[in-house]
C-alpha cells in the first residue's frame, strides 16, 4: 500500500443557470493541491496549510470532517496527515470548499486501495461541505470527483448522474474581489415561484440534458437561461447586467451565476470564442475600481486526479 499522494482537485461551476443545487461542471487548471499520507496514530491532522487562513483543526477543516467521515466508516487501524496547498480561494463561488471536501477522501481512498465508489466518496465529502455552506449538498462535490458535468438526481439516496460533455465547450469566469456568503445568497431567494417559470426552468433543464447528450450547441444556447435564481442573486453582484450584455454580445452561448456568486460564467464553443468572451467580460470591470480575476477553462471530464504517489 502506497503511504503518500499528492492530488490536483479542480474548481467547479455549480446551477449552471438553469440547473438550481442539481447541476454543475468541473474546471480544468483551476484548483488545490493536497499531499495525504498515513501515519500510525490513528484520525486525521491537518499539518499544512498555504495559500489562505483555514483552521488546522480537524473537526473545524472541511477537509478533514469529510476524511472524518470516511475513517469512521473504513476503521483503517492507523491515521492520515493532510496538508493544504489552497490555490482557490474561499467564498469566490467556484467550489473552494468542495475542492477540499472532495479533495481529501479522494486521496485517502487511493491509499486504502480504492475501497468506495465516486457515489459514496461525494456521501463522505458532503459532510465536510455542510461545515461551509450549513446544508449537505452535491453540485459543486460531484463535478470535482466525477468530472465533466454532473446532475445530482438525489441527495437520499444519493444519486449523481454522469451527462456527456461537448469537446468544443469552454468556461469563461470572472471573480469579482468581494464577498457574498451562501446563507445571505440563499435568504434573498423566495419562497414561492409563479407556476410559469417553474414550467420554463425545468423544460431548460431538460433541453440542456438533452443538448449535452446530442452535441446540439444551438440548444445549449437557448437553454442556458435561469428565470428563478439570476433575478435576485444578481443584484449581489456589480455590473453583473453589463457582463452578461457584452459576454452574450461576443458569443458566449450562455451565461450565468457560478454557485452563489460573486463569480459568474460564461460557456463558449472553442477556444477563440472564450478568448474573445474573456476580453469582453474584463473590459466591462476593467471600466470600473473594483479588482477581479479572470480563468478560461475547458470542461474537465477528469475531475480529480493523482500527480504523484
Given at each position: 500500500?502506497?503511504?503518500?499522494?499528492?492530488?490536483?482537485?479542480?474548481?467547479?461551476?455549480?446551477?449552471?443557470?438553469?440547473?438550481?443545487?442539481?447541476?454543475?461542471?468541473?474546471?480544468?487548471?483551476?484548483?488545490?493541491?493536497?499531499?495525504?499520507?498515513?501515519?500510525?496514530?490513528?484520525?486525521?491532522?491537518?499539518?499544512?496549510?498555504?495559500g489562505y487562513d483555514l483552521p488546522y483543526e480537524t473537526e473545524k477543516n472541511v477537509a478533514g470532517v469529510s476524511a472524518l467521515a470516511l475513517i469512521e466508516d473504513?476503521?483503517?487501524?492507523?491515521?492520515?496527515?493532510i496538508e493544504i496547498y489552497k490555490r482557490i480561494k474561499p467564498g469566490s463561488g467556484i467550489g473552494s470548499s468542495a475542492?477540499?471536501?472532495?479533495?481529501?477522501?479522494f486521496a485517502i481512498n487511493?491509499?486504502?486501495?480504492?475501497?468506495?465508489?465516486?457515489?459514496?466518496?461525494?456521501?463522505?465529502?458532503?459532510?465536510?461541505?455542510?461545515?461551509?455552506?450549513?446544508?449537505?449538498?452535491?453540485?459543486?462535490?460531484?463535478?470535482?470527483?466525477?468530472?465533466?458535468?454532473?446532475?445530482?438526481?438525489?441527495?437520499?439516496?444519493?444519486?449523481?448522474?454522469?451527462?456527456?460533455?461537448?469537446?468544443?465547450l469552454y468556461a469563461v469566469i470572472i471573480h469579482p474581489q468581494i464577498e457574498i456568503k451562501t446563507l445571505e445568497a440563499r435568504a434573498i431567494l423566495p419562497k414561492d415561484i409563479p407556476l410559469q417559470k417553474a414550467i420554463t426552468q425545468w423544460a431548460n433543464l431538460g433541453s440542456l440534458?438533452?443538448?449535452?447528450?446530442?452535441?446540439?450547441?444551438?440548444?445549449?444556447?437557448?437553454?442556458?437561461?435561469?428565470?428563478?435564481?439570476?433575478?435576485?442573486?444578481?443584484?449581489?453582484?456589480?455590473?453583473?447586467?453589463e457582463v452578461k450584455t457584452a459576454a452574450l454580445k461576443q458569443g458566449a452561448l450562455g451565461f450565468g451565476i457560478s454557485g452563489s456568486g460573486p463569480s459568474i460564467f460564461a460557456i463558449t464553443k472553442g477556444e477563440d470564442s472564450a478568448r474573445s468572451v474573456e476580453a469582453a467580460m474584463r473590459k466591462v470591470y476593467e471600466s470600473s475600481s473594483l479588482q477581479f480575476e479572470t480563468y478560461l477553462s475547458k470542461?474537465?471530464?477528469?475531475?480529480i486526479k493523482t500527480i504523484s504517489k
Open positions: 500500500m502506497n503511504k503518500e499522494i499528492r492530488i490536483f482537485s479542480p474548481g467547479t461551476v455549480s446551477n449552471v443557470a438553469c440547473g438550481f443545487d442539481v447541476l454543475g461542471f468541473c474546471l480544468d487548471h483551476i484548483g488545490d493541491e493536497m499531499l495525504v499520507r498515513t501515519t500510525p496514530q490513528q484520525g486525521i491532522s491537518i499539518t499544512k496549510i498555504e473504513f476503521q483503517p487501524g492507523f491515521g492520515f496527515e475542492a477540499s471536501a472532495a479533495g481529501s477522501v487511493e491509499l486504502l486501495g480504492k475501497p468506495y465508489n465516486k457515489t459514496q466518496l461525494t456521501a463522505f465529502a458532503m459532510k465536510g461541505e455542510a461545515v461551509s455552506s450549513q446544508s449537505e449538498h452535491a453540485d459543486n462535490l460531484a463535478p470535482a470527483i466525477f468530472g465533466g458535468f454532473v446532475l445530482v438526481k438525489s441527495l437520499n439516496p444519493l444519486e449523481i448522474l454522469n451527462l456527456p460533455t461537448p469537446e468544443e440534458v438533452h443538448a449535452l447528450h446530442s452535441d446540439d450547441y444551438s440548444l445549449l444556447q437557448r437553454s442556458l437561461q435561469d428565470v428563478v435564481i439570476e433575478p435576485y442573486r444578481s443584484q449581489l453582484i456589480p455590473h453583473f447586467d470542461i474537465n471530464k477528469e475531475g
